[in-house]
């Protein structure tokens, strides 16, 4: 059912008389246009420039809200929690300028970030007449699109279509661009020194990062990355980078539990629902960059609280998967959100490691998101895809891997005490089998008893 919302004109009589002499013209910031959406049921950061010291006020759904400029001419000031409606006209008043902006309404905001796969894709003009109520935002202090790309616009019509509220997507994704790129320096802990050590190494360290400073504050909902492709030759890195973003991003939006969907780097080298199973490969101790960069994104979402990660090996992959796959990787990313911010009862992942313990010479890993944990395709039932370890160094393949519930028990003829797991751990990982009953992949993991 699509909401009517009755149209709200707040006009305000500025009594006040203040001086010219040492005014300059007030303006909002460029994110702030005709048919925005300011997030709602929370304090919803308005800013822009004036005179320093100038008094500006800013009148919308029938609040009066006010603020000084700092030193260097900027203002902010924050709206009450206000419930989804709209639309709404903005009254900004200074000392001698007013500027107004139409069409704005309260509902749900998400920020898209990375690099070109958030970009690419058309989106039918159709879409934007049929769904009047989505709106996008694109700096124009970057490259030029004329659209928001198609998987950040589905993701707008998949909040829309699942909450019945106004949604906008600001899209600040740019081709090419490594992680390191996106970290603002002012941010990043100093309590890290291999962050730090890391970005010093590179010149082009904080390349793109006014992006970032060019869409905070705007108030958001949550954060949906999808990057990693440019970074593929440096997977050791990535990691403590991705962490590293989080954080910092967070300090940025000054929101520490602010909701991050996150892509793992496509491979489109795991097994898929019409695909082949396949042996494992002789040699159980082979690893490869695509592994350690999968692990990246799986360790980043099981150390930060509110951080949802997409598992996709079972999709064709590559740095551009195909346009017809697109759509299915941008749902996946709804899911996520609607299952870990909204709340909706929906399937959003395959089964992700939880944790260990250790059986006498067997390892029970238990995972989350099981929902009826299978060896897809394995004959005779047959699980398959896991090595182990007792020094993460030298590895074999389990003799015995067996579903148990929500858990899986892994026994090696050749080991002792086992302590390290990995699952998945390759270039191609078709021979990995473990699925839940959504028929949705596990994702590549590496992990030691006690961690």
Known sequence: MTRRYGTVVCQFLFAAV??????????????????????RDVPAAIYGTAAPGEVVQVAIAGQLKSAVADSEGEWIVHTDPTAVGGPFT???????????IGGVFFGEVWLCAGQSNMLRGFVNPKEFEL??????????????FSQPG????VIAKGIY??????????????????????????????????????????????????DVSNAAPYTVK???????????????????????????????????ELPFVIMQLPSGKGLAEKGRLRNPPNNPNRGHRSAVMRNAFFQVQRKLPNVSMVVNGDLRGGIHPPANNRPIYAQRMVNAALANVYGFPVTWSGPLYDSMTAEGTSLRLHF???????????????????AMSEDGESWVWADSATIDGEDVVLTSDELIAPTHVRYGWGKRFTYANLFNGDTLPASPFLATLGD
């Open 222 to 256: 949550g954060c949906a990355w999808w990057q990693g492709e440019s970074d593929r030759k440096a997977p050791d890195d990535h990691e403590t980078l991705l962490q590293a973003l989080i954080e910092s991003w967070r300090a940025e939006w000054n929101d520490p």
């Open 161 to 210: 279509e699942a909450l019945e509220v106004p949604v906008m997507v600001i899209n600040i994704a740019r081709g090419g661009s490594k992680i390191r790129q996106w970290l603002p320096p002012h941010v990043v802990p100093n309590s890290n020194p291999r962050v730090d050590a890391i970005l010093d190494s590179y010149l082009e360290w904080g390349r793109w990062s006014p």
């Open 368 to 386: 989350r998101e099981a929902n009826g944990l299978q060896a897809f395709k394995g004959p005779n039932g047959r699980l398959q895809g896991f």
């Open 150 to 153: 198609e998987v950040c616009w």
């Open 18 to 39: 203040f001086a010219a002499t040492a005014s300059a013209e007030v303006a909002l910031d460029p994110i702030f246009t005709d048919e925005i959406v300011l997030q």
């Open 90 to 100: 903005m009254v900004v008043s200074g000392a001698s300028d007013i500027e107004t």
């Open 131 to 144: 769904n009047p109520e989505i709106h996008w935002f694109r700096p124009e202090t970057m490259d030029f």
